[in-house]
């Protein structure tokens, strides 16, 4: 059956041959404008390439093209994601080297000089005299926290937590960019198939519309079966058109996610045929919930909560801090004589009363350990949930390739046999057209069910953090 956009032509058709049969013969192939009249603009209107021109003028427009491998590697270096969580993972290696260096003593130097003029009355003369009043000084100090309440450890456990953390967070960034970006490439080589479709579309509808005109002339046909294979030559130069520009929006966001200021072309892939996973789905869904790059995030982030509680109980307890310092004073600016002292310090502190600042600092620290369990678990279920979905649907495209390529193959012979029959009379053009509409069908769903499959095994790859 033709598809119902258009089913208004040919009734439109068919009645005019109805209610003017004489103009309609009279009408013969011969009568039809050329196809330089038709190119010809009218009075006052631009002139305006053929359809037919413009669609292979867009075609032999190369554009830079990329491979899969290619597209990967250049995606994770410029993708702002990435870069922030680098960014993060540095700053906390940083925190955490930071937090090592508060077992270590402090050292500190200092020197100072002062000038001050002074005047004083003689008490045998009564004359005002003048001079000055110098001092020299340098110093050295040192100290060193004896103990902190427990505080270095816990800060130093919650720093390698949110390094932990970060590092998983850049590794999920990663697989994020790489599935933003495999799909762009899948969709630019999906926009690729179809063009192909399109053509041998628009060649099959260039014999029929040669048969239809052949047959016209020595009277086997209607002129309405050729105006059904002019129909089907226009419908399928239209589905070209819509797949070159889906094509170019594709590799528009293809070079956008490399970096690239406009379009990008994908490198077809050496086979788009489907590859089993090594793991059965029970053993892949327990490695991928236990090493997922948000899982492994999500319980870094709890180690940390729970080492901030230690962070926040250490106020309850006093700190011990020894210091030692050696001074040096001298009114004269050299570095002989003058005097020395030095000193040696050990105190303790313990805040008996902070207005509940420290229990609200408990509190809070708390409340984030539970917040960072509860997500956990979430994140934990999500995942399962995500990869048991992922396999079904890799599952399924796996078998729509299957019978897709049956559907191809008996679509194919039956355009043969179709194709034939017309050219021998015995059958109608409407038979042949619908045959062509099937096989293009056909064609449409192979392709959709091949990259189908590849996104899928790209979300999964995404979940698991790696390629399976």
Do not use: C
């Not at 990435?82 to 020197?111: C, M």
């Amino acid at each position: 059956m033709s598809r119902p956009h258009r089913m208004p032509a040919l009734a439109l058709g068919v009645l005019g041959l109805a209610v003017t049969p004489e103009v309609a013969l009279a009408q013969a192939p011969a009568a039809q404008p050329t196809p330089s009249a038709q190119a010809a603009p009218s009075a006052g209107q631009p002139a305006r390439a053929a359809p037919a021109v413009e669609l292979e003028a867009r075609a032999q427009q190369p554009l830079p093209s990329v491979t899969l491998e290619e597209a990967i590697a250049r995606a994770v270096k410029v993708n702002p994601q990435v870069a922030q969580a680098a960014g993060t993972v540095t700053t906390s290696n940083a925190a955490e080297r930071s937090a090592f260096g508060a077992y270590l003593p402090t050292l500190s130097a200092n020197a100072n000089g002062s000038l001050a003029s002074t005047q004083r009355l003689d008490p045998t003369t009564g004359a005002v005299l003048s001079g000055s009043s110098d001092t020299y000084s340098a110093g050295l100090s040192a100290g060193w926290d004896v103990f902190t309440g427990f505080q270095r450890s816990a800060t130093r456990r919650q720093t390698r937590a949110q390094t932990n953390a970060a590092e998983a967070q850049l590794t999920a960034q990663r697989s994020t960019a790489v599935l933003d970006v495999q799909r762009s490439f899948f969709e630019v080589l999906r926009a690729a198939g179809l063009e192909e479709v399109a053509r041998s579309r628009i060649e099959r509808a260039k014999q029929s519309a040669d048969a239809a005109e052949r047959r016209l002339a020595v009277g086997s046909a209607t002129r309405s079966d050729m105006l059904r294979a002019r129909l089907e030559l226009t419908t399928a130069r239209e589905s070209l058109l819509s797949a070159q520009t889906q094509r170019r929006a594709a590799s528009l966001a293809l070079g956008r996610f490399i970096g690239e200021d406009g379009p990008v072309d994908a490198k077809p892939l050496e086979s788009l045929e489907p590859k089993s996973l090594a793991l059965t789905d029970e053993a892949l869904t327990d490695e991928i919930t236990a090493r997922a790059p948000s899982v492994l995030a999500a319980e870094a982030n709890l180690r940390s909560s729970e080492a901030g509680v230690g962070v926040a109980k250490s106020d309850y307890l006093p700190t011990v801090r020894l210091s030692a310092g050696y001074d040096w004073f001298n009114q004269d600016l050299a570095l002989t004589g003058g005097r020395t002292s030095w000193s040696v310090r050990l105190g303790l502190s313990y805040p008996i009363f902070d207005g509940f600042l420290r229990e609200e600092r408990v509190v809070r620290a708390r409340t984030q350990e539970s917040v960072a369990q509860v997500q956990l678990a979430d994140t934990v279920r999500s995942v399962r949930s995500s990869v048991g979905q992922s396999l079904s649907q890799l599952r399924l495209t796996s078998d729509r390739i299957t019978f897709a390529q049956e559907s191809v193959e008996v679509a194919q012979e039956d355009v043969k046999v179709q194709q034939e029959r017309y050219r021998l009379g015995a059958t109608t053009i409407l038979e042949l057209l619908t045959s062509q509409e099937s096989l293009v069908q056909a064609e449409i769903n192979l392709i959709a069910a091949r990259f189908d499959y590849q996104i899928a095994r790209a979300e999964l790859e995404a979940l698991a953090g790696r390629p399976l």
